[in-house]
């Protein structure tokens, strides 16, 4: 087996993991942007101990879209 065979076999062999999507058909990182942007405006003025409420109802947006979120 040559080095480019290796390349290719481990290129076949390990296919990119799906990309999950909420129900919306959005990904994680671009559900709930109403919660997403309040809570973001939040940590930067107060920083996260000041922000846990928000934090908390972005969270439970992005479980309601079926994301686990701890």
């Known amino acids: 087996m040559g ?3 290796y ?11 799906p990309v999950k999507v909420g129900k919306s058909g959005k990904k ?11 809570r973001d405006i939040c940590i930067v003025e107060k ?3 000041g922000c ?9 947006c992005l479980r309601a879209e079926g994301f686990t979120v701890k």
Do not use: M, N, Q
Not at 7 to 17: I, L, N, Q, T, V
């Open 3 to 5: 080095l480019l065979d």
């Open 7 to 17: 390349f290719r076999s481990s290129d076949e062999a390990a296919p990119p993991p």
């Open 28 to 38: 994680i990182c671009c559900s709930c942007p109403s919660t997403k942007k309040v």
């Open 47 to 49: 920083g996260e101990e």
């Open 52 to 60: 846990a409420d928000l934090i908390e109802k972005h969270k439970e």
